[in-house]
């Protein structure tokens, strides 16, 4: 009788053993999965911000960040990829695909031919981050800003023709 017992207990440590290096191998971290706003709210905080089509959503993490990876389609035809913070639905990111003229030269742009002024593009950009500005540059008809705000950093892009604010990035200092 001793002996079954002992045979019962020890096929339970090695299941549950088994159990427990099946979760830590595929990486899940149950802990770090909760989300306080759904696919759908993530999708409506992007259609608010940006003119366009919503193509993919992918919830992943990045950096231990648990987000919506969202892939939309402007009305201009440009691809765009937005993180959102799954916990409280703050856009992380925006990243615009802007190289669909990279073949033709014809159409690149220099810093000479810009439309707006570094004081212009500036404004522009304050209106989409905060803090100090602790960079500014021009280059390849670009303006790119870099802001800082207690922990929180911040690089915008901005179209030198346009004024479009074409690339948005926000990181937090550890």
Do not use: C, P, W
Request: no cysteine; aromatic share 4%; hydrophobic share 30%.
């Amino acid at each position: 009788m001793k002996r079954k017992l002992m045979i019962v207990g020890m096929a339970g440590v090695v299941v549950l053993g088994g159990a427990i290096g099946v979760t830590a191998a595929t990486g899940a971290d149950t802990s770090n999965q909760k989300t306080s706003i759904t696919t759908d709210e993530a999708k409506e905080i992007v259609e608010k911000e940006i003119k366009g089509t919503v193509e993919k959503v992918e919830k992943e993490t990045d950096d231990g960040q648990l987000l919506y990876d969202i892939q939309v389609k402007e009305e201009n035809g440009v691809e765009t990829d937005v993180d959102v913070d799954a916990k409280n639905g703050e856009i992380i990111e925006v990243d615009r695909d802007d190289e669909q003229d990279a073949g033709d030269d014809s159409d690149n742009e220099t810093n000479t031919n810009v439309k707006l002024s570094m004081d212009e593009a500036t404004a522009i950009a304050k209106k989409e981050a905060k803090g100090k500005l602790l960079e500014a540059e021009l280059d390849d008809g670009h303006y790119s800003f870099e802001f800082k705000d207690g922990d929180a950093e911040y690089e915008v892009k901005v179209h030198g023709q346009s004024g479009e604010v074409i690339e948005y990035e926000q990181d937090q200092d550890d």
